[in-house]
């Protein structure tokens, strides 16, 4: 039994490979580049919209709440991050429906990728918005005795976030490829369903623990500002 796409190998040569979370991974960003350009190329601001245009801005509405519902100022200036981010996992799950394509969130690879973006850009926005010394200085708040206490919250909380994505997507698929076998067809497409509702719910989760770690690291700039 397959357990994720890395085990897909369509290229090789040496130690170089080419595999399935790769290719699946960079086939996805194709659609939403397109999709968004073919979105938003004729956009209008009068009463009569596209049905494409009124569902990207109900999506964009929703997670600009989201993020300010976080606490952030100006959600607009993080939406490009975490909106990304957000519809990045959410098409990942939604694309599981097509047949052959296994999504690339079920690979600890692509996880740790997505987690290694949230560990850069905290500390950037960070330090955007209080300056280096006031960022680095929320580590040792409220006593230097913190400072190593709060570097490895820093760290343990990427692999966290890896592995808790990792975890989520590949039990669903996991489970889907145990009852494809053992089971008749009808089964395994409600948990395809159930699937698709747990993928949602993940991406969800993943893009507000995003928006809290930026929120915390910029929580100082909030305080100088009241």
């Known amino acids: 039994m397959r357990l994720s796409a890395d085990q897909i190998i369509l290229w090789q040569h040496g130690f170089v490979k080419l595999n399935g979370t790769i290719a699946f991974t960079w086939a996805l960003m194709f659609v939403l580049v397109a999709g968004s350009w073919l979105i938003t190329r004729n956009l209008s601001t009068g009463l009569q919209r596209s049905r494409w245009q009124n569902l990207l801005e109900i999506v964009v509405t929703g997670i600009v709440q989201q993020i300010d519902e976080v606490g952030l100022r100006n ?8 909106g990304t981010l957000f519809l990045f996992v959410a098409s990942a799950c939604v694309c599981t429906i097509i047949p052959g394509y296994e999504p690339p969130t079920g690979s600890l690879s692509t996880t740790a990728a997505l987690a290694l973006c949230v560990f850069v850009v905290v500390p950037f926005f960070g330090i955007r918005e209080q300056g280096v010394d006031g960022y680095l200085k929320s580590f040792v708040e409220p006593t230097v005795i913190m400072l190593p206490f ?18 989520n997507m590949m039990s669903g698929t996991m489970i889907l490829a145990i009852l494809l076998t053992i089971t008749p067809l009808i089964f395994p497409i409600l948990m395809s369903a ?23 690291a910029t929580r100082g700039s909030k305080a100088k500002a009241a």
């Open 194 to 216: 159930l699937g698709l509702l747990t993928g949602m719910v993940q991406a969800y989760i993943f893009t507000i623990l995003a928006a809290v770690y930026i929120a915390a």
């Open 75 to 82: 959600p607009r200036q993080y939406l490009g991050f975490l």
């Open 150 to 167: 709060n570097i490895i919250s820093e760290l343990s909380r990427t692999l966290a976030l890896a592995v808790r994505l990792f975890g």
